[in-house]
């Protein structure tokens, strides 16, 4: 069963007011938190990865988007797994096993995936492989 609860009432947060304009940041974290977990969307992700919130939340997310498609991002093919793949790697090592999967399903796609241009899959590659070092 999913939690209908909006992400403001599972972390006890509440909303960013200004009696300013309200910068982009603050504008998508005030939209953010009035969603279900059910709701976040691949965007939201890359963002809470960026920034830096909600982390655990933004992985497990992660996770999921990568599971239905290793080449999941907002601006680029595979920008998502890129992300993950640069976070520090003391937190993903409690996603390992998942990231394990995920990175075997990663090889065996690239090899019957049509690259756009030369040069892509390797650097695909190498992101899948420093990736799996920084889970072993």
Known sequence: MQDKRKIKEIYNCISISSNEELYPLQKWYNQLI????????VEDVLRMIRQKEFTNLAVSKA?????????????????LLEKVSEMDSSFLIS?????????????????????????EEEEFKDMIDTLSKKIM
Do not use: H, M, P
Request: negative net charge; aromatic residues 12%; without cysteine.
């Open 34 to 41: 009035e969603k279900t977990i059910a709701e976040i969307t």
């Open 63 to 79: 996770i999921n988007f990568l599971k239905e498609d290793v080449f999941v991002g907002e601006l680029y093919e595979g920008e």
């Open 95 to 119: 996603y390992a096993d998942d990231l394990k999967n995920i990175i075997k399903n990663a090889l065996v796609k690239s090899e019957t995936r049509d690259w756009i241009y030369a040069g």
